[in-house]
């Protein structure tokens, strides 16, 4: 069992960054693959990134591709999301996810029924 708390979100105008954090308790952070989603409201969860369990592997969704980087510290227990360049659509709940999943590529971890860990989330919102 994991438990996943998000922080660092905020109100920014466009062309700013954040930097998310992604706080996991338990000894097993590393055993996981990490991703983050995003939501706004009558929407669904909308996929944003992935990592795998080393850090070696990332990847994107066409839409922050470039501008949006995920890390992780394993010896923290912490995934990141640095987000630049924002964009008032890139405005969302965003969500830390954690996966057991053994199969890495980006259509797979696209789907949220992949990841059986999810924190609370954390408000962005990008002004115009």
């Known amino acids: 069992q994991v438990e996943l708390v998000e922080s660092g979100g905020g109100l920014v105008q466009a062309g700013g960054s954040l930097r998310l954090s992604c706080a996991a308790s338990?000894?097993?952070?590393?055993?996981?693959?990490m991703g983050w989603f995003r939501q706004t409201p009558g929407k669904e969860r909308e996929f944003v990134a992935a990592?795998?369990?080393?850090?070696?592997?990332?990847v994107y969704a066409e839409s922050v591709r470039g501008r949006f980087t995920i890390s992780r510290d394993n010896a923290k227990n912490t995934v990141y999301l640095q987000l630049n360049s924002l964009k008032p659509e890139d405005t969302a709940v965003y969500y830390c996810?954690?996966?057991?999943?053994?199969?890495?590529?980006?259509?797979?971890?696209?789907?949220?029924?992949?990841?059986?860990?999810w924190g609370q989330g954390t408000q962005v919102t990008v002004s115009s």
């Open positions: 338990g000894r097993t952070f590393s055993t996981y693959v």
């Open positions: 996810a954690a996966s057991d999943s053994t199969y890495f590529s980006g259509s797979y971890l696209a789907d949220t029924k992949k990841f059986g860990h």
């Open positions: 990592i795998g369990r080393s850090g070696t592997n990332t």
